[in-house]
Antibody, heavy 118, light 108 residues
């Protein structure tokens, strides 16, 4: 069974750093892209970027380039999303998702709620 | 960036009735389109990929059609668990993968 299990909810202050995680199981982690998707309150879904764990090739959506860092550790079958300096506007639910080369996103993590407030 | 536009934003439907949701792409995406259902407090769930193929475990009352720039998700005979938000997503251009703004299907 394919599973993507994300780290727990976080409450942070503006300016703080954060890394959230997404642990994959039930398939060969190395050979499927992982996408990170932001869901802000009352808004639609936005793909932040994708990573191919085998070689860590990472592509960022233009809106998120330079704002976050996506990485992966093959040995742990885990992908990460990192911020160096959070802002209140980063408050959102963040999902990781598995991407099939020909068929798009098929499995989603349960989501990690990030709240940034002073 | 390929812009995905969904209509209507909200659809009020009585249980047992059918519903038709639309999705338009700003340029051709061939059949590289998926539909997702998101219930409150849950992650999205894949319903349809390749514009017309139901994902594993998805009931036959969900069907997808279209190609190029115009797509439709049809739900026949809505059940209580079908009242949710539905998103379309294109994967023709991965940079970035883009979603429609969503259609909320609510109980009439």
């Amino acid at each position: 069974e394919v599973r993507l299990v994300q780290s727990a909810a976080e409450v942070k202050k503006p300016g703080e750093s954060l890394r959230i995680s997404c642990k994959a199981s039930g398939y060969s982690f190395t050979y499927y892209y992982i996408a990170w998707v932001r869901h802000m309150p009352g808004k639609g879904l936005e793909c932040m970027g994708i990573i191919y764990p085998d070689d860590s090739d990472t592509r960022y959506s233009p809106s998120f380039q330079g704002q976050v860092t996506i990485s992966a550790d093959k040995s742990l079958s885990t992908a990460y999303l990192q911020w160096n300096s959070l802002r209140a506007s980063d408050t959102a639910m963040y999902y990781c998702a598995r991407v099939r080369a020909l068929d798009g996103i098929d499995y989603w993590g349960q989501g990690t709620l990030v709240t940034v407030s002073s | 960036e390929i812009v995905m536009t969904q209509s209507p934003a909200t659809l009020s439907v009585s249980p047992g009735d059918g519903a038709t949701l639309s999705c338009r792409a700003s340029q051709t995406i061939r059949n590289n389109l998926a539909w997702y259902q998101q219930r409150p407090g849950q992650a999205p769930r894949l319903l349809i990929y390749g514009a017309t193929t139901r994902a594993i475990g998805i009931p036959a009352r969900f069907s997808g059609s279209g190609s190029g720039t115009e797509f439709t998700l049809t739900i026949s005979s809505l059940q209580s668990e079908d009242f949710a938000v539905y998103y379309c997503q294109q994967y023709s251009d991965w940079l970035p993968l883009t979603f429609g703004g969503g259609t909320k299907v609510e109980i009439k």
